[in-house]
């Protein structure tokens, strides 16, 4: 498969699952659907050029393989009484914007539904909306594929028996389910910024994707100050896009990146939303993500970040929500203000829960290096390469092993 038809079909799937699912009331079909589209995509793009709308064809051409499934199947027989009226074959045509706009955010409050495990939410929103691989999300998880696939075929069972699953939620459940959308939106976009594994260290539409879906938040709920620092967060993050990756394609850590290179927009409109955010006086996980990522976009390099109020920020971070990440984070910001050896102390107690987790082995490394224990430095780069890199971080940690190789030598 070219290039263009992977990033053309990884595009166009959320609003596509999400569209088809509307159509369908069933997520296997709509999957089963849109994946038969991406197949015949195959051979007729091939043979007769990309059509003018991508998506307007691929969703019309999996509603068509959807209704021949379900017209062959007789599990799904229901389906098609219930809704035949509906199910007519139909040409390729321009999907209508208006019915359209919010079906991702409506598949995002279905994945939502109470009677789900948050775990079991946020894998079946990662699976149907982000289109991960079942692999890639037990990584995150640190569990084993089998286990997150039996997790998200009980998610999906669940969601089918309930009569009410695909109905749109009313402003009650809409507002009770928030938090839990709030969150799927901010994993797909990490997802997007730094990829479980592939090729490729960013996924740009998955992020512009979540960005745009954290705009028709703030639009539902202007008054929640979370959502507004939920979108600057991201803005903020996003605005360091074209600094992150190299023109060899090597990624560049955050205190050398070139800062003329940062998207100015983006921080300016960033900044307005946290200020309103602080005003509505929410404080919460995302208003303190936001006010970090902010003094990251304050300063004009490393040297002149206010190291001690980053790790202020952390200090309240973990103490509203202490998971070994967010500690792994604020170890990260000590090792600025107390130096390496007292960050590699503070690790120790992580290293269990944290065994699985590459970006552990990552810091650990670099601050051997800087410890000068080049032979530790190695094996701790040695087991991110274990842990399935992407290929930019694959090429990053190689260097850095070649680097204390090197040192070594010199001894």
Known sequence: MSDWLEATFAQKRPRAIAALTRIFRDIDVAEEAFADACLKALTVWTQDGAPRDPLAWLLATARNAGLDSL??????????????????????????????????????????????????????????????????????????????????????????????????????????????????????????????????????????????????????????????????????????????????????????????????????????LLQKAQRINHHGVYIIQAAIAAAHARASSSDDTDWALIESHYAALNALQPTPVIRLNQIAVQAKLHGPEFALKAMEP?????????WFHAMRGALLQEVEDHQGAILAFQSVLTLAPTAPERVAVKDKIAISKKELKRL
């Open 71 to 272: 017209r062959t199947s007789q599990r799904r027989a229901a389906i098609l009484s219930r809704h035949n009226e509906e199910f007519q074959p139909v040409p390729a045509e321009m999907p209508d914007p208006n019915e359209m706009r919010d079906d991702v955010l409506r598949l995002l409050f279905i994945c939502c539904h109470p009677e789900l495990d948050r775990r079991d939410q946020i894998a079946l929103a990662l699976r149907i909306i982000a289109g991960l691989a079942v692999e890639e999300i037990a990584r995150a998880f640190l569990i084993k594929p089998k286990t997150m696939e039996q997790r998200i075929t009980r998610a999906k069972k669940k969601i089918a028996s309930s009569a009410i699953a695909f109905g749109t939620p009313s402003p009650a459940e809409r507002g009770a389910r928030l938090g839990e959308v709030s969150l799927m939106i901010y994993l797909m976009f990490n997802e997007g910024w730094s990829t479980s594994a592939g090729p490729s260290q960013m996924k740009l539409t998955l992020c512009e994707e979540a960005i745009r879906l954290a705009r028709l938040l703030v639009a539902l709920f202007p008054a929640m100050g979370e959502q507004a620092a939920l979108l600057a967060l991201m803005l903020l993050q996003h605005a360091r896009r074209e600094a992150r990756i190299d023109p060899e394609g090597k990624l560049v850590a955050l205190d050398d990146q070139d800062r003329t290179k940062w998207d100015r927009k983006d921080i300016a409109e960033a900044t307005a």
């Open 350 to 358: 992580l290293a269990e829960d944290l065994s699985e987790y590459r």
